[in-house]
């Protein structure tokens, strides 16, 4: 079974600097996905980012970027001149490809973005 | 990416009762799921909804507890069933469009139970 740790439960950052928050997972797969999603107050969870292992370039989404090593198995989230806005909790996940388009989560690290 | 719509948004439930959750996508989709989220925790898989048959329970949630059904390719409800405190938590509905491999999620339906 597919496992996902996220070892930050709780990060802060000033706004307009950079965060990086960081996720490592375990398979045997070789093709499969990982995503970052955004879960505020709102309860809403978001897409941030998703990345198809077979790619080696990593994804990019505005001021949302990740290094993903695929020998590591690391997956970690790098957030651009931080918003206020960003303050969420962030999950890191994963999708086999062959899993049924099930998502397994890590336990979420939580973001606050200072003034 | 679909649209999910989720009722109710919040309850707030007495011991020993049951409530359905419905979730109402705006497009046909191959693959809805039910997610839980415990306070404070992350999003644990209840069951794979599928259209036309039961559906597929992960390890720790049974059909008797969670009773789902998915009448057509965009609507299904969870009941949680004889609930207890220990079921205050978050659903989530999320739903897969062909070929997407990626998950939308609705806004999820807030349970407390006193």
């Known amino acids: 079974a597919q496992t996902v740790t996220q070892s930050q439960p709780e990060m802060s950052v000033q706004e307009a600097e950079t965060v990086t928050l960081s996720c490592t997972y375990d398979?045997?797969?070789?093709?499969?996905?990982l995503f970052w999603y955004k879960q505020p107050p709102s309860r809403q969870m978001i897409l941030v980012i998703r990345?198809?292992?077979?790619?080696?370039q990593n994804a990019t989404e505005n001021r949302f970027s990740v290094n993903f090593q695929k020998a590591a198995k690391s997956f970690s989230l790098k957030i651009s001149d931080s918003q206020l806005g960003d303050t969420a909790m962030y999950f890191c996940?994963?999708?086999?490809?062959?899993?049924?388009?099930?998502?397994?989560f890590g336990g979420g690290t939580r973001l606050m973005v200072k003034p | 990416s679909a649209v999910i719509s989720q009722k109710p948004s919040r309850d707030i439930c007495q011991r020993g009762t049951s409530l359905t959750i419905q979730c109402q996508v705006d497009?046909?989709?191959?693959?809805m799921f039910w997610y839980r989220q415990q306070p404070g925790q992350s999003l644990t898989l209840i069951a794979t909804a599928n259209q036309g048959s039961e559906a597929t329970y992960e390890s720790g949630f049974v059909i008797d507890k969670f009773p789902i059904s998915r009448p057509n390719l965009t609507f299904s409800t969870l009941t949680v069933s004889n609930m207890s405190p220990e079921d205050s938590s978050i659903y989530l509905c999320?739903?897969?469009?062909?070929?997407?491999?990626?998950?939308?999620f609705g806004a999820g339906s807030r349970l407390t139970v006193l």
């Open positions: 497009s046909q989709v191959t693959m």
């Open positions: 996940a994963f999708m086999g490809n062959n899993a049924g388009n099930m998502l397994t």
């Open positions: 990345q198809e292992a077979y790619k080696q």
């Open positions: 398979t045997s797969e070789n093709n499969y996905y």
């Open positions: 999320s739903v897969s469009l062909s070929g997407a491999n990626v998950l939308t």
